[in-house]
């Protein structure tokens, strides 16, 4: 069966919350299943998908990453529940560690136990979500004597675990409903791919009941030079400017040397040189970039992966709110 085709809503500056939900009424439109929002260090996931819900009738909804640090487990619990009452049903939480540039430079927090931490979070998410009340004695949290005061959902949102290295996505395996992968090659997924089936053996589990987004930095414009420059930036600055996470992936992806000269050339201020060092060749292993017909044709490698069910339109950080659009109706379903 063919993926799905959603949506990973750029999370640089955009113009207004206005724009947010401009975007995704185009994407629901144009046929897409999912529209989904990464929170990171500007508008906040929780009012920028209330607003998109309301402004919305069919399309799924959800963050592909809220991270598990700077909300308690009981308080992204009780978001979901009131984000599932606005959409009518159709929330979908993504949760995650996110990094230690984000949770310590960002949010001031100890980047402690992230693996740990996450699956107490998913723990506690679903026993708020279930409406009874919530006694857990864990590692990390220990909490006891309240329930949901509200009613609770009458059908819980899946929760999905964001992820890179073997461990976190075997988690996602064992414990999420999904995993929700970004900046992967194709032979990088199916190595992960291989974690996730551990996790859930592990979990005696039944891998159909865990869904596999991958978000998939797209642009496809008519000057088609300016989209893989736009898409060759991004994969610089995720891989040279957001601490080591994505750099030490890649290099488990096959691309160890470049992926550390990336982030040294990053280091030492020369964003050019290391905005240079994405070859086209690693360009076409990360993303879907070019004009329309290049883009389309990278996107079926991504698509076609096995065991991915959902492939998520992404944008680069430059793109413009009309590049967006642009690339969303180039490589609608």
Avoid at 137 to 144: I, P
Wanted: proline share 5%; charged share 25%.
């Amino acid at each position: 069966m063919a993926a799905k085709r959603t949506v990973h809503l750029p999370v640089a500056a955009q113009p207004s919350v206005e724009t947010l939900v401009e975007l995704t009424q185009q994407a629901e439109e144009l046929g897409y299943e999912h529209a989904w929002l990464p929170e990171t260090w500007g508008r906040d996931a929780v009012t920028s998908l209330t607003a998109m819900a309301l402004g919305t009738e069919k399309i799924g909804l959800g963050p592909s990453i809220v991270n598990v640090y700077s909300r308690s487990p009981a308080l992204i619990g009780q978001t979901a529940a009131t984000l599932q009452e606005v959409s009518d049903g159709r929330f979908r939480l993504g949760i995650g560690p996110s990094g230690p540039a984000v949770i310590q430079g960002w949010h001031g927090e100890a980047f402690d136990r992230p693996l740990r931490r996450t699956r107490e979070t998913i723990d506690i998410v679903r026993k708020v979500l279930s409406g009874e009340t919530v006694n857990y004695d864990g590692d990390c949290f220990t909490l006891g004597g309240f329930r949901l005061r509200c009613e609770p959902p009458e059908t819980p949102p899946p929760i999905d675990a964001a992820g890179m290295g073997p461990k976190s996505v075997e988690l996602a395996g064992r414990f999420a409903d999904g995993w929700h992968a970004t900046l992967f090659t194709p032979d990088g997924m199916a190595d992960r791919l291989d974690d996730l089936r551990r996790g859930v053996d592990l979990g005696n589990r039944d891998a159909d009941d865990v869904e596999v987004t991958l978000s998939l930095t797209c642009c496809a414009l008519s000057d088609g030079e300016r989209a893989r420059n736009l898409a060759r930036q991004h994969a610089a600055f995720y891989i040279g400017g957001m601490g080591t996470y994505y750099r030490d992936s890649l290099a488990r992806q096959g691309y160890e040397d470049v992926a550390y000269d990336i982030s040294e050339a990053w280091a030492n201020g020369d964003k050019e040189r290391a905005t240079e060092l994405v070859a086209d060749d690693l360009l076409d292993d990360l993303a879907a970039a070019g004009t329309p017909e290049r883009a389309r044709e990278m996107f079926e490698k991504f698509a076609d992966i096995d065991g991915v069910d959902s492939v998520a339109v992404g944008f680069p950080r430059g793109a413009t709110v009309e590049d967006a659009r642009e690339t969303m109706a180039a490589l609608a379903p």
